[in-house]
Every structure is written in structure tokens, then in C-alpha cells.
């Protein structure tokens, strides 16, 4: 099983819908990070966070701890959302190594 | 900035050929992530630094990979002797402290 699953492995959503992409782990875990992977390879960071919420723009971020859970939602999603999401969680017992998900691939259509 | 820079962007070699993928982090990072992203296995880290030390290298596949980071503005990663399987895209990433990380574009190796 992996360490990191991300729900669901593809995506398909109409411009301007509400988008939800699910990350469990079975770790314990000091961080976790949200990244966007665009089309042609670029990886971008989203959010690093540790706990509750986190909004940027039309992007919003949760995690629960207890639960071993995170969400990354989109609002009024957009065509130019199209991307591959990927999850990642800093393991809690290392300094640095990041244990990555399998990533959501979205597709937004006009 | 630039940002995370890495050069070449695309490399073709062939089986048994060494490898040198070159990454350049953002001015005043203090950490350096080599990543390797396939198919198959989706995003591995690799090797990470903290100040130009080698903190952990336990995904660094084989001993026919090997990482150097000789000064904070400078890494790189060889591959000696390269295979075939070893074909994938290589990023490295910068960051302060253990924050955000930043990505370079990635170098596309091709091994035939």
C-alpha cells in the first residue's frame, strides 16, 4: 500500500465547477505539500502547510492531522486549471524527504 | 531570480554513457532537492542538501548514481554508467530552510 494516496487519479470537470481532490497518508507527518504539475512538466508549489486551512485565490487547502487527511479544492475552476495535482507529506521522523502521491490528473472543459 | 535553473534541458545519450544533469538553486537557499520522475513510480526524491551537505541519499537508485553539491550556487548529479532505465525527467528544487520548495524546469534524459 502506498504511503501517500490521492483520490481520484483523474478528473474531469465543465469551466466553472467546484473541484475537490482528496490526499490520505499513513504516516505521521510534519508537513504537506499541494503541487501543480502543468502540462508541459513545470512543477509549481501551491501550499506547505501543517494544520487547518490555507486559501489562495481560488485554491483552498485543509488538512486534518486526526484523520490523516488533506483536500485541495478549486472554485470556479477554469480550463487553465487543467493539471496533474500531486500531493506530498514530509515524513514526521525524517528532516526532509517528501513521500509523493500518485497525483490527480484534472481536466476542465470550456 | 531566476529562479531554479538547470541545464541541459534535454539529454540523449546512449547505454554506458556518463551523465551530468547541472542545477543552479536560487540565491540564498539553503536546501538542494534532486527528484526523478517516471511513470511507472510518479516523483522520487533523490538526494537532499542541507548547506552544500549531503543529507540523505537513500534514493539514490544504485552506486552508478552519485550527487555534488561543491558550493551553495552549484549541484550536480552524474550518472556513470547510464542505462536505459535511468530514461525519466530529473528536477531539482531549492528551499529556505524547509519551506516552500521551488523547482527547477527538469531535465528530460533519453538513454538508448
Known amino acids: 500500500k502506498n504511503e501517500v494516496e490521492q483520490s481520484p487519479q483523474n478528473l474531469t470537470a465543465q469551466e466553472g465547477e467546484f473541484i475537490t481532490i482528496n490526499c490520505s497518508y499513513s504516516?505521521?507527518?510534519?508537513?504537506l505539500h499541494w503541487l501543480q504539475q502543468h502540462p508541459g512538466g513545470g512543477i509549481v508549489s501551491l501550499f506547505m502547510l501543517s494544520s487547518g486551512k490555507k486559501k489562495h485565490g481560488r485554491l483552498i487547502a485543509t488538512i486534518n492531522i486526526q484523520e490523516k487527511h488533506s483536500s485541495l479544492h478549486i472554485t470556479a475552476s477554469h480550463p487553465r486549471d487543467s493539471a496533474v495535482y500531486i500531493c506530498?507529506?514530509?515524513?514526521?521522523?525524517?528532516?526532509?524527504?517528501?513521500?509523493f502521491g500518485k497525483g490527480t490528473k484534472l481536466s476542465v472543459k470550456p | 531570480d531566476a529562479g531554479v535553473i538547470q541545464s541541459p534541458r534535454h539529454e540523449v545519450t546512449e547505454m554506458g554513457q556518463e551523465v551530468t544533469l547541472r542545477c543552479k538553486p536560487i540565491s540564498g537557499h539553503d536546501y538542494l532537492f534532486w527528484y526523478r520522475q517516471t511513470m511507472m513510480r510518479g516523483l522520487e526524491l533523490l538526494i537532499y542538501?542541507?548547506?552544500?551537505?549531503?543529507?540523505?541519499d537513500s534514493g539514490m537508485p544504485e552506486d552508478r548514481f552519485s550527487a555534488k553539491m561543491p558550493n551553495a550556487s552549484f549541484s550536480t548529479l552524474k550518472i556513470q554508467p547510464s542505462e536505459p532505465r535511468d530514461s525519466a525527467v530529473y528536477f531539482c528544487?531549492?528551499?529556505?530552510?524547509?519551506?516552500?520548495?521551488?523547482f527547477g524546469p527538469g531535465t528530460r534524459l533519453t538513454v538508448l
Open positions: 506530498a507529506v514530509r515524513h514526521g521522523g525524517s528532516q526532509g524527504n517528501l513521500i
Open positions: 504516516v505521521g507527518i510534519s508537513a
Open positions: 542538501f542541507n548547506n552544500n551537505v549531503p543529507i540523505d
Open positions: 528544487a531549492s528551499s529556505i530552510l524547509l519551506n516552500t520548495q521551488y
